[in-house]
């Protein structure tokens, strides 16, 4: 179960990119209208296809979305996302139990606050990319009022 609460603001974070050319900060993120993050179960055989499912349903959102994928494997590219690597998930532990789970998503509106929230042991539990999409919208729905 994540341990964060709906309406509260997400953990402050520094994540290096996957090919560790720079770092990403949750502040960096600041004023896109909404932001997934997206915490993989470890590798397994569909994760490659889960994330190409995902790119391609990333490339549908605006540019005032943003999707950061989030693990300690390396995962291959994506063109729609940010990959970060957590090392052995040590920002991970700010935002769910990783006794209870594996993985783990959030989505924020602009200013980091947590709109909707879930967790996965493996690639099945994840939601389907086009549900993220949906969650998206909901938030550009009530933050564009």
Known sequence: ?????????????????????????????RGKAALLLLWMPPHEETTNHYLAQLDHELATWGDQQRALVISDDDLP????????????????????????????????????????????????DLPAPATFTEWIEYVNMRCSG
């Not at 560790?20 to 993120?29: I, K």
């Not at 940010?82 to 998503?105: C, P, S, Y």
């Open 1 to 29: 179960m994540p341990i964060l609460q709906a309406g509260k603001l997400v953990p402050m974070f520094t994540l290096p990119t996957s090919d560790g050319n720079r770092t990403v900060q949750r502040q960096d993120l």
């Open 77 to 124: 590219d994506m063109n729609h996302a940010l990959t970060l690597h957590d090392a052995n998930h040590a920002v991970a532990a700010h935002f769910f139990d990783q006794n209870e789970a594996k993985g783990a998503w959030f989505i924020t509106d602009r200013y980091g606050e947590l709109f909707a929230q879930g967790t996965a042991n493996s690639i099945a």
